[in-house]
């Protein structure tokens, strides 16, 4: 099992919530926030492989090779970011993961 070096961190929330909410649900909070991120630039790289057919590395060297078209390079950066926003996110999400074993 991988180890990971966590933070500390102090949240001042009302004493209302915090009777009701532990470190674990915090850890869950977070969990979900970023499982959602990650589906949603995961969902996004899936709209560009279904318009041109092709995985992300496919589409790229097709473009450096053949095409001028200023829309494909346009979507070309738009596709590279959100596969490292998507990387960056399941990254975090594993971290997360982590913290509640």
């Known amino acids: 099992m991988e180890?990971?070096?966590n933070s500390e961190i102090t949240l001042r929330?009302?004493?209302s919530i915090a009777v009701d909410i532990g470190s674990n649900e915090i850890i869950k909070l977070l969990l979900d926030k970023a499982?959602?991120?990650r589906d949603f630039y995961r969902s996004k790289i899936k709209m560009f492989e279904s318009k041109y057919g092709s995985n992300y590395v496919s589409f790229k060297k097709k473009t450096e090779i053949v095409d001028e078209s200023f829309q494909k390079w346009d979507d070309l950066l738009l596709w590279e970011g959100f596969l490292l926003a998507y990387?960056?996110?399941n990254r975090?999400?594993?971290d997360l993961k982590l913290c509640t074993k």
Do not use: M, S, T
């Open 35 to 37: 499982l959602g991120k």
């Open 92 to 94: 975090k999400y594993k």
């Open 3 to 5: 180890k990971i070096k």
């Open 13 to 15: 929330i009302p004493p």
């Open 87 to 89: 990387r960056e996110w």
